[in-house]
């Protein structure tokens, strides 16, 4: 089992940065693919970005290409998303989530995913 504790969200307006974390406990974090997905009311959950095994292994959705940044630190089973120049699209709740590295390795659905946090919520006012 991995557990992921998400915080960071909050109340921002268009143009503002804001940066998630989310900390794992549990298994080998090393051993994990690690990223984000956002669900916004009455959608589905969409992945934003995610972070594979090695240096350099990211992926991040068309729509935050070039805003957002995300990182991991496995000395402190952490990731990371730095959001910058934020939309009022941005607004959803942002999932932490978690699956064996050679099961997700690129863009995905949510049924790639093995372990999901609890969410926090974004919201982007214009």
């Known amino acids: 089992q991995v557990q992921l504790v998400e915080s960071g969200g909050g109340l921002v307006q268009t143009g503002d940065s804001l940066t998630l974390s989310c900390v794992a406990s549990g298994r080998t974090f090393s051993n994990y693919a690690v990223g984000w997905f956002r669900q916004a009311p009455g959608k589905e959950r969409v992945f934003v970005a995610r972070?594979?095994?090695?240096?350099?292994?990211?992926s991040d959705a068309d729509p935050v290409k070039g805003r957002f940044t995300i990182s991991r630190d496995n000395g402190k089973n952490t990731v990371t998303l730095q959001m910058n120049s934020l939309k009022t699209e941005d607004t959803a709740l942002y999932y932490c989530a978690a699956a064996p590295w050679y099961k997700w390795t690129g863009p995905a659905r949510e049924a790639v995913v093995d372990y999901w946090g609890q969410g926090t919520q974004v919201t982007v006012s214009s």
């Open positions: 972070f594979g095994r090695s240096v350099g292994s990211t």
